[in-house]
Every structure is written in C-alpha cells, then in structure tokens.
T-cell receptor, first 115, second 111 residues
Framework: GAVVSQHPSWVICKSGTSVKIECRSL??????MFWYRQFPKQSLMLMAT?????????EQGVEKDKFLINHASLTLSTLTVTSAHPEDSSFYIC???????????FGSGTRLTVV | SQQGEEDPQALSIQEGENATMNCSYK?????LQWYRQNSGRGLVHLIL?????REKHSGRLRVTLDTSKKSSSLLITASRAADTASYFC???????????FGTGTSLTVIP
C-alpha cells in the first residue's frame, strides 16, 4: 500500500529557532503534497499545497515567509517553521494522494512544541 | 478555509451500540471521504464515496451521501472500544485538487 513517512514525529525547540519537517512518499511519486496543521481538539486546517518544482500554494492567512515549503523531488516535501514561537506549537501533518487510490494517505504527523 | 461541519462534536455510546455521525459541507464536490484519527496520531482513510454514489459499505461502516442537502453520514455498527477516536469527513471540491476537513466528531465507546 501507499506509505507516507513523516519525520520527526515530535520535536521541541526554543523560540526563535527553525524546525524542518520532512514528508516522503516511499513507494510512489507525488507531484503534489498537502500540509495541514491541527490545534488541540480542533480539526485539521489546510496550510498549503506543495508542488514539485514550483512554488507552494498557501491558504489564506498562512504566512508563506514563516512556513517555508520546498518540494524539490517527486518523493520529498519539507515544511520549515522559521523563527518559531510558542503559538506555532501544533500538530503538523502531510498528506498525499497516491495515483492509484481515491483517498489520501497521511503521514504520521509531527508534534511541534516551541518553548 | 473550513469546508465542513460535523455533528455531533462528541458522542459517547456503549460497546455494541451503533454510532452515527453527520457531516455537512458547503460547495459542490467530487467526492467525500471519512477519516479516523486516534489521539495524537495521524489519520487513517476509512472510506470514499463519490458524488454520484448514495451509499457505500465497508465492513461495519456505512456511509451515505446526499448531494442535494450537501450532507453525509457515517454509521459504525456494533461499536467496539477500539473504535474510540475522532472521525473527520473531508471533501474534495471539484475546483482544485486540495480538500478540506470537517470539524470532527469525537467518539467514545465505553466497554
């Protein structure tokens, strides 16, 4: 089956530092990957659509300079939270639609805590 | 922006009972999907129903879709304690290829 690997699964960082989260499709190529954020007890919110070889498309209200997305290959997208602040603490999760499936496959998520 | 809303927000039932969750959405869609999320974990795809389908079954799951009312329901029959999780609907609008999640229903199945 389609597997999406997300790393790290959790990270604690100090305010002002940057954190990179990786999302890899392990057995298929993905020209498009999606990044979501989920605050405690809330639903997932789409942050941006990552497009291989081109700029990401950000949802309204998401700061593109703060959440840098790079999709340099067909199997890897990265989300970098720059100059992290405590309010960026959240659960970040990526998803991909494998070419032979109707649904989407999700990474296991990254819990970011900024202290 | 959020596309869907789910009802109820929280549901607590006894093991063996059926659980019904509803999802409403705003725009026309290609398909609607239901996902399950255990606390603090990633999502698991449960079932997809296309806009031209009205009902779909998968094991103990039954999903209905009413495009005229822009709503869907997920029924879990003969619930088990292991079904305790949050359940989300997600819509794939027919503009663009991203999709949006509903607010989720937190289901607790009491052994």
């Amino acid at each position: 089956g389609a597997v999406v690997s997300q790393h790290p699964s959790w990270v604690i960082c100090k305010s002002g530092t940057s954190v990179k989260i990786e999302c890899r499709s392990l057995d298929f190529q993905a020209t498009t990957m999606f990044w979501y954020r989920q605050f405690p007890k809330q639903s997932l919110m789409l942050m941006a659509t990552s497009n291989e070889g081109s700029k990401a498309t950000y949802e309204q209200g998401v700061e593109k300079d703060k959440f840098l997305i790079n999709h340099a290959s067909l199997t890897l997208s990265t989300l970098t939270v720059t100059s992290a602040h405590p309010e960026d603490s959240s659960f970040y999760i990526c998803s991909v639609q494998p070419p032979y499936m109707g649904g989407y496959t999700f990474g296991s998520g990254t819990r970011l805590t900024v202290v | 922006s959020q596309q869907g809303e789910e009802d109820p927000q929280a549901l607590s039932i006894q093991e063996g009972e059926n659980a019904t969750m509803n999802c409403s959405y705003k725009t026309s869609i290609n398909n609607l999907q239901w996902y399950r999320q255990n606390s603090g974990r990633g999502l698991v795809h449960l079932i997809l129903i296309r806009s031209n389908e009205r009902e779909k079954h998968s094991g103990r799951l039954r999903v209905t879709l009413d495009t005229s009312k822009k709503s869907s329901s997920l029924l879990i029959t003969a619930s088990r304690a292991a079904d305790t999780a949050s359940y989300f609907c997600a819509t794939d609008p027919n503009t663009g290829n991203q999709f949006y999640f509903g607010t989720g229903t937190s289901l607790t199945v009491i052994p």
